[in-house]
């Protein structure tokens, strides 16, 4: 979901083309810092996330551990991942969001899946319920970044999910006991990857 192309007024991401990968070899992250917008779910449905994904864990032998209930949530938009964040955009991030205008909706998932095919594959939750809510959400989102000249495109392919750990191992599809949240507030992160850090740019309600 990092596929996004700025405009002019933001200083591109250090580095020129990258060569693929060898094959079974999982893709390189091309930089330390990642901006994303996402909805994050109140503290009693992210301990019970914490609770489920530690089940997981040891129903299936897993070894990686769960993420943590602070970091649990549901990934909107991916504005990239850099050496450095280019100067001045999340300021412009922070003002297209701040237009968007949606109502608080109802999420509910209800199954466990692996993801990926190589390497350490997340484990993630999928939706039962409130996936039309989240993607008019989303559209939302896009298109207040395309109208404020943030990016010039992006990716049609998105598959709503919460990431609960990422293991060697991959899980055969299964439900698991429902947990259902209402989703309330977007917000602007920014992470520091690889030390396991979110730190929140903004949060704009969603009361729209």
Do not use: C
């Not at 999982?26 to 901006?35: D, I, K, M």
């Not at 769960?66 to 504005?79: A, D, N």
């Not at 006991?177 to 992160?189: D, H």
């Amino acid at each position: 979901m990092q596929e996004q192309l700025f405009f002019r007024g933001f200083q591109k991401p250090p580095g020129g083309p990258r060569r693929p990968p060898p094959p079974g070899r999982p893709p390189r992250p091309p930089g330390h810092h990642a901006l994303f917008f996402a909805l994050f779910p109140p503290r009693p449905a992210a301990l019970r996330t914490d609770t489920l994904a530690w089940d997981l864990r040891h129903a299936h032998g897993l070894s990686g551990r769960p993420i943590g209930e602070r970091r649990y949530h549901v990934s909107l938009f991916g504005v990239g991942r850099f050496e450095a964040p280019p100067d001045g955009l999340p300021a412009a991030l922070a003002d297209a969001a701040s237009t968007v205008r949606a109502r608080p909706f109802d999420l509910l998932f209800d199954e466990a899946q692996s993801f990926g095919k190589y390497g350490r594959r997340p484990l993630v939750l999928r939706l039962g319920k409130g996936l039309d809510p989240l993607l008019a959400l989303r559209r939302k989102l896009v298109g207040a970044l395309l109208d404020g000249g943030i990016i010039a495109r992006a990716s049609l392919a998105f598959v709503p999910h919460l990431t609960l750990l990422y293991d060697n191992t991959a899980i055969e599809d299964q439900p698991v006991e429902p947990i259902a949240w209402t989703a309330r507030e977007l917000t602007l992160v920014h992470s520091l990857v690889g030390q396991t850090l979110y730190l929140p740019l903004g949060r704009w309600r969603l009361d729209g």
